[in-house]
C-alpha cells in the first residue's frame, strides 16, 4: 500500500491510460465490425433470409456472427464479393460461404453453402433478372 501512495501520480496515468485503450479498442471493433457488413454482406443476409434450405437447416434466422471474413472488389457500377460468416438460428448455428456480384449498382448473391454440423447445403439461387 505504500508503494501506491509514494506512487500515485504513475498509478492514475497507468490506470487512465489502461481505460484509453480499452475505449478505444472497443469503438475500433465496433467501426470494423459496421464497414464489414457493408452492402455485399446485406444482401447475403437478406438472401439467407429469406431462404428455405437455411430455413429447413436453422430454423428462423436470428442473427449473424459478429465476424464477416472474406473480400469484395468494387469497380463502378460493377464488383464481385466472396464472404464467409456465421449464421445463427432458432434451432442450431451454421457457416455460410456466399459469393456475390454487383451489377449495375446492386448486389445479388450468385452462389451460396451453408454448413451446418460439418455437412454442407448448396443453397439454390433464383435465376437472374
Do not use: C, K
Not at 465476424?67 to 448455428?93: E, T
Not at 449495375?104 to 454442407?120: F, K, M, N, P, R
Amino acid at each position: 500500500m505504500g508503494f501506491i501512495r509514494r506512487h500515485r501520480q504513475w498509478a492514475l496515468l497507468i490506470t487512465l491510460a489502461a481505460i484509453v485503450l480499452i475505449v478505444a479498442g472497443a469503438i475500433s471493433l465496433r467501426v470494423v465490425e459496421n464497414i464489414s457488413r457493408g452492402p455485399a454482406f446485406q444482401a447475403s443476409a437478406e438472401f439467407l433470409r429469406s431462404n428455405h434450405v437455411a430455413e429447413q437447416q436453422l430454423g428462423v434466422i436470428t442473427g449473424f456472427g459478429r465476424a464477416v471474413a472474406g473480400d469484395v472488389s468494387q469497380n463502378g457500377d460493377s464488383g464481385i464479393a466472396h464472404l464467409h460468416f456465421d449464421v445463427h438460428g432458432s434451432w442450431r448455428d451454421g457457416r455460410a460461404v456466399v459469393t456475390a456480384y454487383r451489377q449495375d449498382g446492386e448486389w445479388s448473391v450468385q452462389q451460396a453453402t451453408l454448413t451446418v454440423d460439418g455437412q454442407d447445403f448448396p443453397i439454390p439461387v433464383p435465376p437472374a433478372r
